[in-house]
């Protein structure tokens, strides 16, 4: 399916900004953030604003086609793998990757009265980069 | 134990505002950020600076004598309980509360290379009071 296509499938208008930005976040695993994506994009699209940025990411998370991730000491970070994974955030390089090996818990069962729309399990220590550097 | 004995057994030189911070934080279910603790006690101890409160914070999530919790669309909240506990955020009225019916899951098997130094899992969705104004 194309990213005009994957937009569609979530109510989303598939405009060319959405496109492009939805094309970027699916391209990497860096996990990016809302001002990485307006950086990255801003040469080839001038009249994108920071604002249409967050606002479509946000977009994005509101309709499942991303994740958004909250990780401590960092700002909100996206996600087009909205596969149920386990994110690591490294306190050395500030890195957010993918504990591939780890099997993530399902979302909790709500308690009385409470909706769970949501849930996300993430470790935070240092990557291996970091660790060799920092404890060789 | 009271509070200086706490912050003494984790290494932490316990001063007045180190000991009232603590003991505001440990107070309230509420996972409080770091300014509405400061707010809380800023009329108490007036010489007491914002960036005091955000930095003995700090120290106790290093010390491992509070979690740090990150979540998304809020600043950051601490939590003096420390054990293995799920967290919800509303996204009604943003309050944080614990999931105390739902088993937390073990903090992650590291990857080769990976240290992990500590684990979240936490929920989001809407509380039992905006549940039910919201969805009658």
Chains 1, 2 share one sequence.
Do not use: N, W
């Not at 296509?5 to 996990?31: D, W």
């Not at 307006?38 to 001038?46: A, D, I, V, W």
């Amino acid at each position: 399916m194309d990213s005009t296509e994957r937009l569609k499938e979530k109510g989303i208008r598939p405009s060319h900004q959405r496109i492009r930005i939805y094309e970027t976040l699916a391209s990497t695993k860096a996990h990016p953030s809302a001002e990485a994506i307006y950086k990255e994009l801003s040469e080839e699209l001038p009249t994108l604003s920071r604002t249409t940025v967050y606002s479509t990411l946000d977009l994005f998370a509101e309709k499942g086609l991303a994740q958004r991730l909250a990780l401590s000491g960092s700002e909100l970070r996206y996600d087009a793998d909205i596969s149920r994974h386990v994110h690591f955030r490294c306190r050395g390089c500030g890195s957010v990757s993918d504990l591939a090996a780890v099997r993530a818990p399902a979302p909790p069962e709500a308690q009385e009265g409470y909706v769970v729309e949501s849930s996300q399990f993430y470790a935070e220590g240092l990557c291996p980069a970091c660790s060799s550097r920092l404890d060789p």
